[in-house]
């Protein structure tokens, strides 16, 4: 028996220049709240996914979290960062506290408010999370430009699989009404570097990069002699957090080595093999991280995982779809918010209750979130609690 999630909100992702980084917390954490039917003063503990750095001039943002309701006053509520995986440590930080016994009812919210910046200052804040005494001053497009420069040069180019990556992941999108960019477009349009897709950093184009955007979700995640009392509950099968490396120096960059660990811990933990999945949402904040994540997770052996797309493996309607949401590519990536949206857009696949976006028969699904150029590491296996 493992902790369950039995609650969740999220807004919608996007330029939301509207919206202060108090407004997304407080609508995600109010709307899982009352999804779940959990009294505000029920929560014995608070949990922000958070990456921030200097995106927003709020670093100290836990406790914005009791504005959703004043009965969360004096509720411990603490920050977690791990770069774009800073979502997840929340989740598995209120999971350790519910398995420690020091926690029965857990609120869990990711956020990120990033387009208070132009793209040059957001560029710049998300380099921070890269190893500086090495790659100071290279942007992460180019960190993965670098990527699939290496992995093109010993695979060979796959430029035309990641513009059919991006067109999946686009049109999955249309059928989520929460995605960033609900337009679907051509493979011709990928495929080819132009004035309206420009090459940001060779080889990816922009049509390879997830989008700058603001938004955040939420869970209420229960002990599990508390599922019952729920009409809805997903629990966690199994869950791994594998960190490698920061220095890119040190790590074969021709594969995702700690995303590969974190797949084969959580598979071997479960007792399942990649086979037994119904759908996978993964961390595409490019197209080249998404193409490489089918190796990590054994879809494909390594630099054949462009199989996956010409077989139709992870399309819509193959036998393991990937990214029915849209991804990070579509769907939007708000660096804190992303780990927690995911697991929420697995939750709603195993309840069916993801509208559009269902797939018929989701019994099994794996999210796996990523920080960085593949440092911090989560997966999780998640089912309808029986």
Same mark, same amino acid.
């Given at each position: 028996?493992?902790?369950?999630?039995?609650?969740? @909100?999220?807004?919608?992702?996007?330029?939301? /220049?509207?919206? +202060?980084?108090?407004?997304?917390?407080?609508?995600? %954490?109010?709307?899982?709240?009352?999804?779940?039917?959990? &009294?505000?003063?029920?929560?014995?503990?608070?949990?922000?996914?958070?990456?921030?750095? &200097?995106?927003?001039?709020?670093?100290?943002? %836990?406790?914005?979290?009791?504005?959703?309701?004043?009965?969360?006053?004096?509720?411990?509520?603490?920050?977690?960062?791990?770069?774009?995986? +800073?979502?997840? %440590?929340?989740?598995?930080?209120?999971?350790?506290?519910?398995?420690?016994?020091?926690?029965?009812?857990?609120?869990?919210?990711?956020?990120?408010?990033?387009?208070?910046?132009?793209?040059? @200052?957001?560029?710049?804040?998300?380099?921070?999370?890269?190893?500086?005494?090495?790659?100071?001053?290279?942007?992460?497009?180019?960190?993965?430009?670098?990527? %699939?420069? &290496?992995?093109?040069?010993?695979?060979?180019?796959?430029?035309?699989?990641?513009?059919?990556?991006?067109?999946?992941?686009?049109?999955?999108?249309?059928?989520?009404?929460?995605?960033?960019?609900?337009?679907?477009?051509?493979?011709?349009?990928? /495929?080819?570097?132009?004035?309206? /897709?420009?090459?940001?950093?060779?080889?990816?184009?922009?049509?390879?990069?997830?989008?700058?955007?603001?938004?955040?979700?939420?869970?209420?995640?229960?002990?599990?002699?508390?599922?019952?009392?729920?009409?809805?509950?997903?629990?966690?099968?199994?869950?791994?957090?594998?960190?490698?490396?920061?220095?890119?120096?040190?790590?074969?960059?021709?594969?995702?080595?700690?995303?590969?660990?974190?797949?084969?811990?959580?598979?071997?933990?479960?007792?399942?093999?990649?086979?037994?999945?119904?759908?996978?949402?993964?961390?595409?904040?490019?197209?080249?991280?998404?193409?490489?994540?089918?190796?990590?997770?054994?879809?494909?052996?390594?630099?054949?995982?462009?199989?996956?797309?010409?077989?139709?493996?992870?399309?819509?309607? @193959?036998?393991?779809?990937?990214?029915?949401?849209?991804?990070?590519?579509?769907?939007?990536?708000?660096?804190?918010?992303? &780990?927690?949206?995911?697991?929420?857009?697995?939750?709603?696949?195993?309840?069916?209750?993801? @509208?559009?976006?269902?797939?018929?028969?989701?019994?099994?699904?794996?999210?796996?979130?990523?920080?960085?150029?593949?440092?911090? /590491?989560?997966?999780?296996?998640?089912?309808?609690?029986?």
């Amino acid at each position: 028996m493992q902790p369950c999630i039995t609650g969740w @909100g999220h807004t919608k992702f996007g330029a939301l /220049n509207d919206r +202060s980084l108090e407004d997304l917390i407080t609508a995600a %954490a109010r709307d899982s709240l009352d999804h779940a039917g959990v &009294g505000a003063k029920d929560v014995d503990g608070i949990w922000l996914g958070h990456f921030n750095s &200097g995106m927003v001039p709020d670093a100290f943002a %836990a406790s914005l979290v009791l504005g959703a309701d004043d009965d969360l006053r004096f509720t411990p509520a603490t920050r977690c960062e791990n770069a774009c995986a +800073s979502g997840s %440590a929340a989740i598995y930080s209120a999971l350790e506290a519910i398995r420690a016994g020091s926690t029965r009812i857990a609120l869990v919210v990711g956020v990120e408010k990033m387009t208070g910046l132009d793209t040059a @200052g957001v560029t710049q804040a998300l380099a921070g999370a890269s190893y500086q005494a090495e790659e100071t001053g290279v942007s992460f497009p180019q960190i993965f430009g670098r990527i %699939a420069q &290496g992995y093109f040069q010993r695979f060979g180019d796959r430029s035309e699989t990641l513009a059919r990556i991006a067109v999946k992941n686009h049109a999955n999108a249309m059928a989520n009404p929460l995605a960033h960019m609900q337009k679907a477009v051509s493979f011709d349009f990928c /495929n080819t570097v132009s004035e309206k /897709n420009p090459m940001i950093a060779a080889p990816l184009r922009m049509t390879d990069c997830s989008l700058i955007t603001d938004g955040a979700a939420a869970l209420v995640i229960v002990a599990p002699e508390l599922a019952a009392d729920f009409p809805q509950a997903v629990t966690f099968r199994a869950t791994s957090q594998v960190n490698d490396f920061l220095p890119m120096s040190r790590r074969d960059m021709t594969e995702l080595t700690g995303p590969r660990v974190a797949f084969e811990r959580a598979f071997a933990q479960a007792r399942v093999t990649v086979g037994d999945i119904d759908f996978a949402e993964v961390h595409d904040c490019f197209t080249i991280a998404e193409l490489m994540i089918y190796e990590a997770m054994g879809l494909k052996p390594k630099g054949r995982g462009a199989e996956a797309v010409a077989e139709g493996t992870v399309m819509r309607d @193959g036998a393991l779809p990937v990214n029915l949401s849209g991804g990070l590519k579509a769907k939007g990536h708000p660096v804190g918010a992303t &780990g927690v949206s995911m697991h929420v857009m697995a939750a709603k696949q195993l309840t069916g209750t993801a @509208g559009e976006m269902q797939v018929e028969g989701a019994e099994l699904g794996v999210v796996f979130n990523m920080g960085g150029s593949g440092v911090a /590491n989560y997966c999780s296996l998640l089912e309808a609690a029986q």
